[in-house]
């Protein structure tokens, strides 16, 4: 009702039409999907550089500093052998389970953690948000980045551990590159889910790592995935290889393992169908959900 009074007795022109005639616009107005693309496309550098900054500060306070991006998906490997390769003998299943475990450890981590910190995008910068105007999915991309800088470096000891326990290098390792792409589009559209909602429900932050434990049991990281054929049913087994980090990983260790080319869960081209597919369906329609909220973010 506001708007439809004069506000403006000599040109009789509302507050509304004032603004549009002197292009004036709401504080934080979502604008069209595509330019709001173009503008998120305009900061690329302000997120490399902030993905930059984020990695070199994550390790500042530590002794180690950048080792532990080695060090931390190292350890969990460690972990998990021991349990399921050494306790288990999960390893009695697979000619080369170091490998298998820490391909499937390594490629999981980049989305776990991606899911993980993407929770807190929003809430963790409101100070930022308030401050500046910028595409707010500009948050959860930089997410992305940080753990995809990590992931290269774990990815150069995950190929030092392949060729130590004895696979050959073969012009299937050029592979990886499209593999990483796809989860990185998927892990983007995923972040920017999970940021959306991390800003209207705080406390999911408090229950994604159980989540993300559980999801991480469903995808085959620490035993062979042939076992889900083995002991689920037919329904439940085909539900759960059409699982994303499961895709995922099946191709790093497709690309990366020969020694497990008569184990992946299915077909090479199905595999890389579902990963195009989730991709896509993800990358887009994480954007277009996040993008639906940008005028909520940063209120309140």
């Not at 022109?13 to 604008?31: D, H, I, K, S």
């Not at 991309?141 to 190929?159: D, I, K, P, R």
């Not at 085959?220 to 699982?243: I, K, M």
Request: net charge positive; glycine share 6%.
């Amino acid at each position: 009702m506001a708007n439809t009074a004069v506000a403006d007795p000599e040109s009789g022109l509302t507050r509304a039409q004032l603004a549009q005639r002197y292009g004036l616009r709401v504080a934080g107005e979502r604008p069209p999907l595509a330019e709001y693309a173009r503008r998120l496309w305009a900061y690329r550098h302000f997120m490399t550089a902030y993905s930059r900054a984020k990695v070199a500060s994550s390790f500042s306070n530590t002794q180690l500093g950048q080792l532990w991006q080695v060090l931390t998906p190292l350890t969990n490997a460690a972990v998990y052998y021991l349990i399921f390769g050494v306790i288990l003998s999960q390893h009695r299943n697979m000619s080369n389970f170091i490998a298998y475990l820490c391909t499937g450890v390594f490629i999981f981590m980049f989305t776990q953690t991606a899911v993980q910190n993407g929770t807190s995008a929003i809430t963790g910068n409101l100070g930022l948000i308030r401050a500046l105007q910028f595409p707010r999915a500009a948050l959860p991309v930089t997410v992305t980045l940080v753990q995809f800088q990590q992931l290269l470096m774990s990815m150069v000891v995950l190929a030092g551990i392949v060729l130590l326990t004895g696979e050959p290098l073969t012009f299937r390792w050029f592979l990886i590159v499209p593999t990483l792409l796809l989860q990185s589009i998927f892990n983007v559209g995923l972040t920017m889910v999970m940021a959306r909602l991390g800003s209207k429900v705080t406390d999911l932050k408090q229950v994604m790592p159980f989540v993300m434990r559980t999801w991480l049991y469903a995808s085959g990281v620490l035993y062979p995935v042939t076992l889900f054929r083995q002991h689920l049913p037919s329904w439940a087994a085909s539900l759960l290889e059409c699982n994303p980090p499961l895709i995922f990983i099946e191709l790093a260790r497709h690309a990366l393992l020969e020694s497990n080319q008569q184990n992946l869960v299915s077909s090479p081209a199905r595999l890389w169908l579902l990963a195009v597919a989730w991709a896509v369906v993800m990358g887009i329609g994480g954007f277009v959900y996040f993008w639906r909220g940008e005028e909520e973010y940063g209120r309140g």
